[in-house]
């Protein structure tokens, strides 16, 4: 088979075919709207929780989303947690010990004393682990907190070296 046979049946155009991409614009629909179904689960309302939220994804943290919200710095980390952001304070081995006190294998005090946390840390630590994300609000905020996690390796830009540092 020669080249002239295969390409016998292409044809050019002076057009080319229109067939776009499908997109979903929920531009219309403020972020505090979309959030407005699920306020009664929220520990704040749902304009607070979109102001927390739009202030986190432009890189504030979880005390300056809260302050601009007017809501404490501890709402603020639970609204991110049920809109599907990790917000756990405590590390791996502490998250097991809050298990063990949650499961009545620890006392209050001892779970306390074996995290190092204080009150209030802990008190957020318990509450991530004994509330589960909303599932259809984080579906409602999707491609909000994406923007965010795009490079992993943003945080750490500073101690990464470059290729023109080796010489």
Known sequence: MELSEIAAGIEVTERQEERG??????????LA???????????????EAATVLTRYSEGASVGAAGRSADIAPTTAAKTLHLLGESVF??????????QDWLDGQ??????LELTRAGEDTF???????THDTLEDACAAVEGVLAAQHTDNRAPLADTMSETTDFF
Request: proline fraction near 8%; aromatic fraction near 4%; charged fraction near 25%.
């Open 33 to 47: 709207e979309r959030l407005e179904p699920f306020e009664s689960d929220l520990p704040c309302s749902a304009s």
């Open 123 to 129: 008190a957020l630590a318990v509450y991530v682990e």
């Open 106 to 111: 620890l006392t209050r005090s001892e779970a």
């Open 21 to 30: 991409v499908a997109t979903v614009d929920e531009t219309d629909v403020s």
């Open 89 to 98: 304070p405590l590390g791996p081995m502490a998250r097991e010990i809050i």
